[in-house]
């Protein structure tokens, strides 16, 4: 909850705290905390790299496309988009 306070409504630390009832230090180790079990996912999950990845493949593809036959652009891209 404080992480959505801070990051898509834009509230400040005070704010968040006065709504959460909390002190402005235990919305800081509120978020502190939620950034450590973000950074163990993607640690785990990888998905930022995998997304960069497919990111640089989708670029190497549009800048090959005149050179491929169309069947197979048609079908790299709807793999990368999926």
């Known amino acids: ?3 959505a306070m801070i990051l ?3 509230l400040s630390l005070s704010e968040a705290a006065e709504t959460l009832g909390v002190s402005r230090q235990g919305v800081h180790d509120l978020i502190t905390r939620a950034r450590e079990h973000m950074e163990g996912y993607e640690s785990s ?3 930022i790299a995998r997304r960069q990845q497919t ?3 989708e670029q190497m593809l549009e800048e090959n496309r005149e050179r491929l036959p169309e069947d197979f652009y048609t079908t790299f891209k709807k793999i990368l988009e999926a």
Do not use: E, R
Request: hydrophobic share 50%.
């Open 1 to 3: 909850m404080a992480c």
């Open 8 to 10: 898509l409504q834009d």
């Open 45 to 47: 999950f990888g998905l």
């Open 55 to 57: 990111d640089k493949m």
